[in-house]
């Protein structure tokens, strides 16, 4: 089957075409057009308010769940009629961060031409890394023209100085999305040798600066705040899995993504905590095991919502003798693929309790807005004030001489 055909499998189905807000929208085909641009493009003006003709604007980060997540829809919407994309990034993309062997820039090239060999037509534009998490952090509501259009031309122009890019064109495709993985190049096939690739979180800083609210957010890989319990964690689930006749071998960051996607590929099965080798693993097809600690652990948070994207092959475990002992015939036919149901409604503000939840949530975008907008404007300035600083000491050196 074609990828066009495959795409079509994806996005439209019974008489709708699926949105990039997990939301389904009636699209009606004619019999004798195999895809017409103009019809998708009229869903999407009506709807969403967003232009397929014009540059789509999206943003990631670090990890490969972010590219992920956020190039996934857009290389299958890019199958049914030809769109382009503007990622947005920063100035540490460009970096090597966190002992990483490629710089993001790197890893996003190699995702969409290399892994999924793509021909997606995209560019980069850099915008300041305070303004990136503004946008991560308003993921769902800002989006397109829904919020933006609400705020004043003041907060309009200080994103336009640090975010030179339509932002009536931005779009954050919700993490919590399931849809069928873009194909790869290279598909997991069962190998003769039993093999267990794992990846550990690490923590980016160091454990005794890993406070309550920090473990609360990544809980769920960490397993634990007690590095003691983690390192033990980990000994008996490779003991276990050795046991059972695999060879072990751990996927760090600081392997080449090529690197990373052959070992996954030739894999037995993939042990992972949450995170971007699980994406990946997804994408290839590698039966996995996504380690999930019991809920007493994980201070009542519930972390299904960050879990629903391991649908293809996938168990969520814990118990490290039940993980060495999970049965690879029935994990490759595994599939909890649970697509929305909803369809796309228009926000109406007709009600005193949706208009006071917009101001509010106007006025915290706004403020926050603010504060970056000054901090930027700080650091801009900074280097200024140094360079006037030093050629005051240089001329009272001189004239003390």
Partial sequence: MSLKDQAQDVLIQDGRILLPNNRWA?????????????????????????????????????????????????????????????????????????????????????????????????????????????????????????????????????????????????????????????????????????????????????????????????????????EKVVNKYWDDLETALKKEGYNVEYLTYKMAPKTICSKLQKATLCVSSRGGFSYLAQHIGTPTVSIYPPAETLLNRNYNGQHVQFHNRCIRLFDPVEISKVDIDSLVERSTLEKSVAFYKRINYNTLEKMQRLEKDVQAFNSETAKRYRRELQKDAQPQEEVKTKSKSKAKTKSKK
């Avoid at 829809?73 to 994309?85: A, F, G, T």
């Fill in 26 to 226: 009636p699209y009606q085909q004619l019999e004798h057009e195999y895809i017409h641009n103009n019809s998708i493009d009229s869903v999407f003006h009506n709807t969403i308010e967003l232009n397929l003709d014009k540059w789509i604007n999206c943003v990631t980060d670090y990890g490969y769940g972010d590219i992920t997540c956020n190039l996934n829809y857009w290389l299958w919407m890019n199958e049914l009629r030809p769109i382009k994309i503007k990622i947005l990034v920063d100035e540490t993309h460009y970096n090597k961060e966190f002992g990483n062997k490629e710089t993001t820039i790197d890893k996003i090239d190699f995702y969409i031409r290399e892994f999924c060999g793509s021909n997606i037509e995209y560019q980069y534009s850099t915008i300041r890394r305070s303004f990136g998490n503004l946008l991560r952090t308003y993921k769902s509501a800002f989006r397109g023209k829904s919020l933006m259009k609400h705020t004043e031309k003041t907060f309009r122009s200080m994103w336009h100085k640090y975010v030179p890019v339509n932002l009536e064109q931005y779009w954050f495709v919700p993490l919590s999305m399931q849809m069928e993985w873009y194909p790869v190049k290279d598909e997991w096939k069962m190998p003769k040798e039993k093999k267990a690739v794992l990846y550990r979180y690490q923590p980016p800083k160091d454990w005794d600066l890993i406070d309550n609210y920090s473990f609360e957010n990544i809980g769920d890989k960490m397993i634990s705040p007690d």
